[in-house]
């Protein structure tokens, strides 16, 4: 090679390295911009992060969430003790739950037996994982009361997926076991503010009418079907609870007016709300359980009970805790007795 083709070789793997760093550095600038606009406009530069990564920490049956097995390893003794036990299932929202402010509601009206919540709700939980998780670990604490805290997930992640049924990062644990040599790429993506801002914009850009998301509704509804049935085999009473959803109190807190960050999906979510009541109601009277409609629950409330578009202030599971032993007890004064509890009539 003469002198003058390797200082021109020399010549063009400078430029590569330069445009390489040039392209790295502008790639960190656009990062740390929407690091910071999502730290100003969420509170937290790492907003929405967990979701991303946590969840894609692989458990068996369930994909993601805590070691069930451990989780109920020291569960089991309360079989024996006299006590109520309550199993409550969900996602975030049960997962948040004050289990002492529910577990105060529900010994109120009741005499000669206390009650003991077992919250097994995990954030990012589908329905059928809720049912997966009662059906294999729930037999180990023999509930007499299995309640479902849920809804919101099932609908929304749809908004997410290319068809319903799929968990929203099927897509991502897809590609990790078929493609392995792109999943590093897809991590280093996922930690990204900037790329997953973009998805989010995409998926603004990209929202279809109300009615093309109702294939979720029936399988939200045949999972709340397994845990009913479940719930008869086990000899449990069952309530579901559709929970609630801010875009249905009226009148909004100030606080809660000024939540947009959704405000592109609201109107496809309050639709598969309203068709899931209507065939939960059905569904109630078909498998002759309890039902509560927690869209509602708050109306008359000029009190902020909502952090965000369907998480809970401490004042809103208040709430929503006296709703709940409301209707157990109704529940439990219609049979009679459940595990030995009697109401205060």
Not at 119 to 126: A, H
Request: net charge negative; proline share 3%.
């Amino acid at each position: 090679m003469t002198q003058g083709s390797q200082e021109s070789s020399r010549g063009i793997g400078f430029l590569i390295l330069v445009n390489v760093l040039v392209l790295i550095f502008l790639l960190m600038l656009l990062e740390g911009a929407a690091r910071l606009y999502i730290g100003w406009t969420r509170k937290s530069h790492s907003a929405g992060m967990t979701e991303r990564t946590m969840y894609l920490s692989y458990k068996p049956f369930v994909m993601y969430g805590p070691d069930w097995d451990q989780e109920f390893s020291d569960k089991e003794d309360i079989r024996e003790s006299n006590i109520c036990r309550v199993l409550l299932v969900g996602g975030s929202v049960a997962q948040g739950f004050p289990i002492a402010v529910l577990e105060e509601e529900f010994n109120k009206p009741f005499t000669r037996k206390q009650f003991q919540v077992l919250n097994v709700g995990t954030g990012g939980y589908e329905a059928r994982q809720e049912v997966i998780v009662a059906s294999i670990w729930g037999p180990k604490v023999a509930p007499h009361i299995i309640v479902s805290l849920d809804g919101a997930n099932d609908l929304v992640h749809r908004l997410r997926v290319q068809k319903a049924g799929g968990f929203y990062l099927n897509d991502a644990y897809e590609l990790f076991l078929t493609q392995p040599f792109f999943a590093p790429i897809y991590y280093i993506l996922g930690q990204s503010q900037f790329y997953n801002g973009m998805v989010r914009f995409w998926q603004k850009q990209n929202i279809l009418g109300v009615d093309f998301y109702d294939d979720a509704i029936p399988i939200y509804i045949e999972a709340q079907h397994s845990l009913n049935v479940l719930a008869k085999g086990l000899g449990a009473k069952r309530l579901m609870v559709l929970q609630p959803f801010s875009g249905f109190k009226s009148p909004p807190s100030e606080t809660e007016a000024a939540f947009d960050l959704f405000k592109y999906r609201e109107k496809q979510v309050k639709h598969l709300y309203e068709g899931t009541d209507q065939r939960l109601r059905e569904l109630a009277d078909m498998d002759r359980v309890q039902y509560l409609d927690g869209r509602y629950i708050y109306n008359g409330m000029s009190s902020t009970v909502f952090v965000d578009d369907v998480h809970l202030t401490d004042l809103g599971y208040s709430v929503l805790a006296q709703r709940i032993s409301e209707k157990l007890q109704k529940e439990i004064t219609a049979s009679g007795s459940v595990c030995g509890a009697e109401a205060h009539l």
